[in-house]
């Protein structure tokens, strides 16, 4: 169904389902494209004061004949402040940032955590049933700080890759990655051929890990200077290094561009436009700006 809605190339950004989907920060799908979890916003007087007595929510909605489901709250969010969700290219985990409290602590963390929930061997789904019955939130220790960590990333050989202003960056945030042997994730790297003394964040790449997509802003600007920008990682011999960033020109405007996405597919670019969701391909995005060998 999802591959039907997509099938046109388009050549301008258009609003993601006739504008029929929203979210206030991130998006992202099953690998059968038909369910989404997003990001919602609620007034809650409970929520911590630095969120502004908001309540962020991770959501989901379903495809069905054609047409996308009402948000329902995802079931291992609502406590806390939830937020960017990712899932992982074969729909087994989901990251997020979150502010829900650390391991053997009652208060909630502030600058927000990377944390990851997995789905249950038992819950692939049957015929006409959705992607559900997930596990217990689980929080990630190398990829915390004391600083704040968030948008998480991660590719087919389980890479992660986030943002954060933890120290030891180029500025005020940085991309990082971590690496996973086993059970086992290898200290923080920085992209430092990426990263600047400004803000680089939001990061999104396919399962190849060929080309990240991210947010770059300069530091204390106003969200209309958002802008979203490409690397690209080249290996030549058995060094790989990543690409001098270059900016979406076809789709940046004075609006602010967050929250890049793909689709199962690769076919499709996603991204929120001030407070639009749109959608544009991404061949056609990127077209004039891979490297030449």
């Not at 005020?172 to 690496?179: E, N």
Request: aromatic share 10%; glycine share 8%.
């Amino acid at each position: 169904m999802l591959t039907l809605l997509l099938a046109l190339a388009l050549e301008s950004p258009q609003p993601f389902a006739d504008g029929k989907v929203e979210t206030v920060n991130g998006i992202t799908f099953t690998p059968d494209g038909n369910t989404i979890f997003n990001a919602f916003m609620r007034r809650d007087p409970k929520s911590p004061d630095s969120f502004g007595n908001i309540r962020m929510e991770i959501c989901t909605q379903d495809l069905k004949d054609g047409r996308w489901s009402r948000p329902r709250i995802a079931e291992f969010s609502g406590k806390h402040n939830d937020y960017e969700p990712f899932l992982s290219a074969d729909g087994k985990r989901l990251f997020f940032m979150s502010s829900r409290p650390r391991p053997n602590t009652t208060q909630d963390w502030i600058p927000q955590d990377i944390w990851v929930v997995e789905r249950e061997a038992a819950a692939a789904p049957q015929q006409g049933e959705g992607w559900g019955k997930w596990g217990t939130p689980r929080f990630i220790p190398e990829a915390s700080s004391d600083g704040y960590d968030g948008y998480p990333c991660e590719t087919a050989d389980r890479t992660l890759f986030f943002a954060s202003d933890r120290a030891g960056g180029h500025g005020a945030t940085d991309l990082w990655c971590i690496t996973k042997t086993g059970d086992t994730y290898s200290a923080p790297i920085n992209l430092s051929d990426i990263n600047t003394p400004e803000i680089e964040t939001d990061p999104v790449l396919p399962p190849d890990g060929s080309f990240i997509i991210f947010q770059s802003v300069p530091k204390d600007a106003p969200f209309s200077a958002c802008e979203l920008a490409v690397s690209f990682r080249i290996t030549e011999n058995n060094t790989t290094r990543w690409t001098k960033p270059a900016l979406l020109t076809r789709i940046n405007t004075n609006d602010g561009e967050i929250s890049p996405a793909l689709t199962p597919d690769g076919k499709s670019l996603l991204y929120l436009s001030g407070p639009k969701l749109m959608q544009a391909d991404l061949a056609w995005v990127l077209e004039g700006l891979r490297p030449q060998h």
